[in-house]
């Protein structure tokens, strides 16, 4: 069974930094690009970065030079968001996916408030 956990989520002010991680298991994760997405209430879920399996990366306008996708050097299985520069519109539910899967994770809340 494919399980993603999503963690590193919190609460932050204007400026700071965040990094996600997002763990994989139950199945081959070098098989497979990642990406991260995230949702608001008011928005439908939207891509901001993505890892393909060729190294590859890409960037929504909104977050490109201030977020950076990668692989955990230290941890085979897991995938990091490292969000610098936070502003109060990066306030959301941010999810982990496999991409050309159904498989998502649960998410975890990130805010960015004083």
């Known amino acids: 069974q494919v399980q993603l956990a999503e963690s590193g989520g919190g609460l932050v002010q204007p400026g700071g930094s965040l990094r996600l991680s997002c763990e994989v298991s139950?199945?081959?994760?070098?098989?497979?690009?990642v990406g991260w997405y995230r949702q608001t209430p008011e928005k439908q879920r939207e891509v901001l970065a993505r890892?393909?399996?060729?190294?590859?990366?890409?960037y929504a306008d909104s977050v490109q030079g201030r977020f950076t996708i990668s692989r955990d050097n230290a941890a085979e299985n897991t995938v990091l968001l490292q969000m610098n520069n936070l502003k109060p519109e990066d306030t959301a539910v941010y999810y982990c996916?496999?991409?050309?899967?159904?498989?998502w994770g649960q998410g975890t809340q990130v805010t960015v408030s004083t």
């Open positions: 996916h496999l991409l050309g899967s159904l498989s």
């Open positions: 890892l393909f399996l060729d190294g590859r990366t890409s």
């Open positions: 139950g199945i081959t994760f070098s098989r497979y690009g």
